[in-house]
């Protein structure tokens, strides 16, 4: 089997316009029969422009990076340093979004992105990591499942057009 090589970097406000475009191909692959075509590109249109990418970039809380797989972008992650809404009883940072393209899934890059997200985190000084997942996501669930994420309690109602999702927050310390 060939094997790819795997490389991550940081970006910033300049590289909005790529952010915004991965973060639609990996939404719209990953919830694809899922939410309805409008759902999705009222989501996305909403979310992802080069406009909210940018904003978001530029913020002093983000750390974004995209994951290549060879030459080609991938995935990509965004962690913010912002307090938790749930008491943690230590500081905390949220993995706000952790996407893979379809066609990168099983190759390693979500580990990848994912190790690099806590190297993140610990440089920051952060004892914790947590997230939001809707519950009607399995496979991240499980993929979370086995990197020894702990359920804290329900999250909020996530809203993609019409659909409404209950969501549970899930942490791991570091
Ligand atoms: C979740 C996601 C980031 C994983 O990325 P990936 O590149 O496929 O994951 P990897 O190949 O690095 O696999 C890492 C481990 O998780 C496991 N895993 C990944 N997806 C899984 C799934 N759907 N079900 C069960 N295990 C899974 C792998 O088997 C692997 O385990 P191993 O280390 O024991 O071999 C990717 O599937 C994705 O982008 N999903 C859609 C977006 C999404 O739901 N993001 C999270 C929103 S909260």
């Known amino acids: 089997m060939d094997t790819k090589t795997i ?18 191909l990996t939404f719209k692959q990953a919830y694809f029969g899922i939410h309805s075509p409008e759902d999705i590109e009222a989501y996305c249109l909403a979310n992802y422009t080069p406009e909210v990418a940018k ?11 995209v994951g290549w797989l060879d030459s080609e972008p991938s995935g990509y992650y ?7 809404p749930i008491d943690l009883g230590s500081t905390s940072s949220e993995l706000k979004q952790i996407y893979v393209l379809s066609s990168a899934y099983g190759a390693g890059l979500g580990r990848a992105l994912y190790d690099h ?32 994420f702990e359920k804290l309690g329900a ?6 057009g019409k659909d409404k999702l209950k969501s549970s927050v899930l942490a791991l310390k570091l």
């Open 7 to 24: 490389r991550i970097d940081r970006i910033g406000p300049g590289r909005a316009t790529q952010l915004a475009k991965l973060q639609v």
């Open 155 to 160: 999250g909020p109602v996530l809203e993609v």
């Open 55 to 65: 904003a978001e970039l530029a913020s002093e809380q983000t750390v974004c990076c």
């Open 117 to 148: 997200a806590l190297t993140t985190i610990r440089s920051a000084g952060h004892l914790r990591v947590r997230l939001c997942v809707s519950d009607i996501n399995y496979g991240a669930q499980a993929f979370y499942d086995k990197l020894g």
């Open 78 to 84: 965004m962690v913010k340093h912002q307090g938790s």
